[in-house]
């Protein structure tokens, strides 16, 4: 199975492929089907998983276990989109504190929007972080019908400008857990790559090119691929 689903984050070749802007109810049903699915049998079956790391997050300060952060998604809308907890509870204030005192980890801000070496993480969260535990509340963001099991990596309204015209690519879509970015290389692609991959998917999305990236989903997480 080739295309959308093996192209490297170096090698995309979107002339190889038609354009599937308007797909049929069917289709479009059968992603929501499939993801509702997941969404719901994942909750189900992870529970006992999910309720240790809430309770972890928690004692590790006290803080909240969910953080929930205003993202873009499909048709411009924004929403709260949900995860475990990675960082320390004044994780802004530091972020504001280190952009103004390191002109390094500014430019890397600047240029990716992350920080490889990044201080608010706490030791549990970048253990939550490299292991993808850290998305799991996002099967709540899908069964509202705000997130897709596969599909562009959620935005902030501050990242949008930085993907120009390929941002109306982004909002037709709901965006996903997983997707093109996180199998195909993760933080060890550049910020373009990924707007590059997000359009794409956009365009030529099918349900057994997601059913493919969930797959390949597996391996990249459990080896932590790109993981920083």
């Known amino acids: 199975m080739g295309g959308i689903?093996?192209?490297?984050?170096?090698?995309?070749?979107?002339?190889?492929?038609p354009m599937n802007e308007d797909r049929p109810w069917l289709q479009r049903a059968s992603k929501r089907v499939l993801d509702i699915s997941l969404a719901l049998a994942g909750l189900i079956i992870l529970s006992p998983v999910l309720i240790t790391i809430a309770a972890l997050v928690r004692l590790?300060?006290?803080g909240p276990a969910i953080f929930a952060h205003t993202r873009i998604g499909q048709n411009g809308e924004p929403f709260r989109c949900y995860k475990f907890r990675s960082m320390v509870i004044d994780a802004p204030h530091r972020l504001e504190r280190l952009l103004a005192?390191?002109?390094e980890a500014a430019a890397e801000w600047a240029r990716d929007q992350k920080l490889r070496k990044d201080p608010r993480i706490t030791k549990l969260g970048g253990f939550l972080r490299r292991s993808s535990l850290d998305e799991f509340p996002q099967l709540l963001n899908i069964l509202r019908g705000e997130m897709s099991v596969v599909g562009p990596r959620p935005i902030v309204m501050d990242e949008a400008r930085r993907y120009g015209n390929k941002?109306?690519?982004?909002k037709a879509?709901?965006?996903?857990v997983t997707g093109l970015w996180q199998v195909n290389g993760r933080n060890d692609v550049s910020?373009?790559?990924r707007v590059e991959m997000d359009a794409r998917y956009a365009r030529e999305w099918t349900v057994l090119g997601d059913i493919?990236?969930?797959?390949?989903?597996?391996p990249?997480?459990?080896?932590?691929?790109?993981?920083?």
Do not use: C
């Not at 689903?5 to 492929?17: C, T, V």
């Not at 493919?212 to 597996?218: H, Q």
């Open 191 to 193: 910020y373009n790559e």
């Open 101 to 103: 005192t390191d002109p």
């Open 60 to 62: 590790q300060d006290k």
């Open 220 to 228: 990249a997480v459990l080896l932590s691929r790109g993981a920083s």
């Open 167 to 170: 941002f109306e690519a982004y």
């Open 5 to 17: 689903m093996d192209g490297s984050a170096h090698h995309l070749k979107l002339e190889e492929f």
């Open 212 to 218: 493919w990236i969930i797959i390949k989903t597996i």
């Open 173 to 176: 879509v709901r965006p996903g």
